[in-house]
């Protein structure tokens, strides 16, 4: 064996792809004006006209909504939010050899590693500067609702940089099944609460339909929106769906942009898990960029749950983005806002909207979408977990279940793909669902006949739209 310390560099596996700190990125990328169409406007559900500034300033402040409608392509980070990404920002960038050598093939694979967070996922990109903008505007406290955790979790540590305060509506199921989550979001000093609650009129109304409600986002999101919507000190804030949400997570592609060329690589085929379509969108976006400017052409693949698929089962159509039909009607792919998928693992998949920004560029053609049942996702995971030693968040393994599928493929055809996905969250705190599935307790629940039948009820229920 050759002594380590006798090698040219060029002999070393580049496993980490690292940028310096004063590398990182100082602005998020709009992609909207480079888009060979716009997006659909809101709409007021009441008027059902486009909705104005002061339609949202209950809820948002005024700088989060004018980024959600600028037609600027990019967007100058606060510095006082710079310093805090640089808490864990740039995150890693890793070349997945052991995983390929394990499948035996020709393709490359790389993923962002954004479990570096405070939060353990990407959340933080977002929290940070919402909740700056909200502490800039004079606001006193944050509402919001959290599926897995992963939101809950960011949010609250954003606040508590601020001296905000935070309170937050969870999922019943995941509040039942993932306690280290809320205890997380204790410690950073936000206030937790089950959804549906007694808190609110709207998981009133819905925990005396149904008092065994396993809730969902769309019910912990009316919660959070009826309770900011109440009070002149509080606001809302939104973890992903939004456009100025997605905006915020293309630090994430904007950094893998600087990472892979320093190895010199242009992506082939980029795939993301696809919850709301932030991770997913901010890993993309900068990419499609470098695309329509003619630069690369990799192919872009959304992958989300086969329990809850909206976009490629799904209706695109003006909905709510919540249940009770307090928010603004957004035009997007949707299995009906009252439509409540079966619980799963990947919590954070769990939303009955795909957002509209996303939703348009699928339409458009600019992307594909495939689901996956949750087993095949862990099976990756497990997988991913022994040969790159991370273990991956349950959302994430939707995005390496197709990574796997299309770096197999590649072994049978010999072709050099180079496959890029965002690696968005770490599983630590997700380990019984590891638990369900290598004790062989975990199913899989398919959207089936029923849930047409839903989804066909929930829009059939919508203002009908002219278009
Ligand atoms: C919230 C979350 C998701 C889903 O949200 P997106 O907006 O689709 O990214 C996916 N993965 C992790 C780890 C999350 O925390």
Redesign the pocket.
């Known amino acids: 064996m050759r002594s380590p310390y006798g090698r040219a560099m060029t002999d070393v596996k580049r496993h980490k792809i690292l940028l310096d700190e004063d590398e990182m990125p100082t602005r998020w990328y709009n992609v909207v004006p480079d888009l060979p169409a716009p997006p659909p406007p809101v709409l007021h559900p009441g008027t059902l006209e486009p909705v104005g500034p002061d339609d949202l300033a209950p809820l948002f402040p005024m700088a989060l909504i004018g980024q959600e409608v600028t037609s600027d392509s990019y967007v100058e980070i606060p510095g006082d939010v710079l310093d805090i990404y640089r808490l864990w920002r740039p995150s890693p960038l890793y070349r997945a050899h052991r995983l390929e050598r394990a499948l035996k093939t020709p393709a490359r694979i790389y993923y962002k590693y954004?479990g570096v967070s405070p939060a353990g996922?990407?959340?933080p990109n977002t929290a940070v500067p919402q909740a700056f903008y909200n502490a800039e505007a004079g606001i006193r406290r944050l509402t919001t609702e959290t599926?897995?955790g992963?939101?809950g979790t960011a949010l609250a540590f954003a606040c508590t940089q601020y001296g905000l305060e935070c309170e937050v509506w969870q999922v019943r199921a995941s509040y039942d099944m993932k306690p280290y989550r809320r205890m997380m979001i204790e410690t950073f000093g936000a206030t937790i609460h089950p959804s549906p609650s007694e808190l609110t009129n709207a998981g009133r109304a819905i925990l005396a339909a149904t008092p065994d409600s396993t809730g969902s986002l769309g019910i912990a999101i009316s919660e959070a929106v009826e309770v900011a919507a109440q009070n002149a000190d509080t606001n809302y804030a939104l973890?992903?769906?939004l456009n100025h949400?997605l905006m915020h997570?293309t630090i994430i592609g904007e950094e893998a942009l600087l990472q892979l060329a320093k190895v010199g690589e242009t992506p082939d085929l980029i795939v993301g898990?696809?919850?709301?379509?932030?991770?997913?969108g901010g890993l993309a976006f900068p990419f499609l960029r470098e695309k329509l400017a003619g630069r690369m052409s990799p192919s872009i693949l959304a992958v989300e749950p086969a329990a809850c698929p909206s976009l490629t089962k799904g209706s695109y159509a003006y909905d709510f983005g919540d249940t009770a039909g307090m928010t603004p009607l957004m035009k997007m792919h949707t299995l009906g806002h009252d439509f409540i998928p079966d619980p799963i693992h990947?919590g954070?998949?769990r939303y009955h909207g795909m957002?509209p920004l996303i939703s348009h560029i699928y339409e458009l053609g600019l992307l594909s979408a495939v689901s996956k049942p949750q087993s095949d996702c862990f099976a990756a995971g497990v997988q991913f977990a022994r040969t790159e030693g991370i273990v991956p968040?349950p959302?994430?393994t939707h995005a390496l279940a197709a990574a796997i599928d299309e770096a197999r493929r590649c072994a049978e055809t010999g072709e050099e793909k180079v496959i890029l996905t965002a690696l968005?969250?770490h599983g630590h705190l997700d380990l019984p669902a590891y638990d369900a599935y290598l004790s062989g307790r975990m199913t899989d629940s398919e959207w089936a006949d029923h849930d047409a039948d839903a989804m066909a009820r929930a829009l059939a229920a919508l203002p009908a739209v002219p278009a």
């Open positions: 954004e996922s990407h959340k599926g897995a992963q939101w973890g992903s769906v949400v997570q898990c696809t919850g709301g379509g932030s991770n997913f990947a954070g998949l957002s968040a959302e994430p968005c969250g």
